[in-house]
C-alpha cells in the first residue's frame, strides 16, 4: 500500500467493523505466513508497501497452499503485481489498486469476500 499510516487506517477501520474481526496485521514474512495458515481467517487482505509485491505473492502461494479456503485480497497495483499472483489458482481471489481504492472501498471488499466465502462454504460440506 502507499504508506504505513495508510495500512494503519485500514486496520482500524476494519477492526471497528462489528461483523469483522481482525485477527492481527504484521509485515509480510515467514512468520505472517505461518500465523496466516495458523489463524485460518476467512479474508486474507494483503496490502504490501511499494516493492514488496513480490513478497507478497509468495504469501500468496504459502496461504494457497496452506489454507486453500481463505479468501485473498490484494491490495498491488496492477504493474506491481508479480507473474505468480496473475497465474491460476495460486493468485489472489480479488486485487484493488491501493492508490484508486479509498479505504471504506476496501472494507466493502473484505466484507464482500467475507460473505462470498460463507456462501461457498456449505456448498463445499455438503
Do not use: W
Amino acid at each position: 500500500m502507499d504508506s504505513r499510516s495508510r495500512r494503519l487506517r485500514l486496520a482500524y477501520i476494519v477492526d471497528l467493523h462489528p461483523d469483522v474481526r481482525l485477527l492481527g496485521h504484521a509485515p509480510v514474512d515467514r512468520s505472517c505466513l505461518r500465523a496466516t495458515i495458523a489463524r485460518r481467517p476467512e479474508v486474507l487482505v494483503l496490502a504490501p508497501a511499494a516493492g514488496r509485491a513480490a513478497e507478497a505473492g509468495h504469501l500468496v502461494v504459502g496461504v494457497r497452499r496452506g489454507n486453500p479456503t481463505t479468501m485473498i485480497l490484494a491490495l498491488i497495483d496492477t504493474e506491481e503485481r508479480p507473474a505468480s499472483l496473475l497465474a491460476g489458482e495460486l493468485s489472489a481471489d480479488r486485487f484493488l489498486s491501493p492508490a484508486a481504492a479509498p479505504l471504506h472501498q476496501v472494507l466493502q471488499a473484505v466484507l464482500d469476500a467475507g460473505r462470498a466465502r460463507r456462501a461457498v462454504e456449505p456448498a463445499r460440506t455438503k
